[in-house]
């Protein structure tokens, strides 16, 4: 029989009324807590790396760099690779698994939800997750939100105020709500040339 955290990682409905749901809730106002406690008052970035290995459970890469506040329910399901830059005011739902690649960068007031509802009315407490994947080397503009399940490819942009709820292909531009399809990226340009 599956724990808790694995019915919630699988994908599976969660209830608030089934066994150990009290022990998943522990574990989200513990990583509260220490989001908080990072999120008060000025911290060394040394400081800020301590404070998101105990919210991960693992140490964050030493070349990424985390600007507080950060706001985020669940930790351990969520991987942070090497080199990328996350600004400030970003909330993270990672109950659902949130997958960050190497130099990826997030801009300011990003949300990464990998919870949903039930959307019956009557068991609308019950919750499900999916995970979200972000890929090497992508740039998330400011105030977008990525829903759950959603995949963000290689090197690719999500413009700024963008609502992401399908994979978003390798080396192209998003945007809009819902994000559509805006243009391929290309390289070996000038870079007054790419930004037509």
């Avoid at 699988?10 to 509260?32: C, H, K």
């Avoid at 989001?35 to 890469?61: C, D, F, Q, S, W």
């Avoid at 985020?72 to 080199?83: A, E, L």
């Amino acid at each position: 029989m599956k724990t808790i955290f694995e019915k919630d990682l699988s994908g599976e409905m969660v209830s608030p009324n089934e066994p150990g749901y009290e022990a998943l809730i522990t574990d989200i106002f513990a990583t509260i807590r220490t989001a908080t406690e990072m999120n008060t008052g000025y911290h060394t970035p040394e400081e800020v790396h301590e404070y998101m290995g105990r919210i991960l459970g693992k140490p964050l890469e030493e070349s990424t760099t985390v600007l507080p506040p950060l706001y985020i329910d669940y930790g351990k399901p969520v991987t942070i690779g090497k080199g990328c830059f996350i600004q400030q005011c970003c909330t993270f739902f990672g109950r659902g698994g949130i997958t960050i690649g190497d130099d990826v960068f997030i801009g300011p007031k990003v949300n990464l939800i990998t919870i949903n509802h039930d959307p019956d009315p009557e068991n609308r407490s019950a919750t499900y997750g999916r995970p979200i994947v972000i890929e090497d080397k992508a740039w998330i503009g400011i105030n977008s939100t990525i829903l759950p399940g959603v995949r963000i490819g290689y090197g690719a942009i999500v413009g700024a105020g963008s609502v992401v709820t399908k994979d978003v292909p390798p080396m192209t531009v998003v945007a809009g709500n819902p994000a559509k399809f805006i243009k391929k990226i290309e390289t070996g340009k000038g870079i007054n040339d790419k930004l037509d």
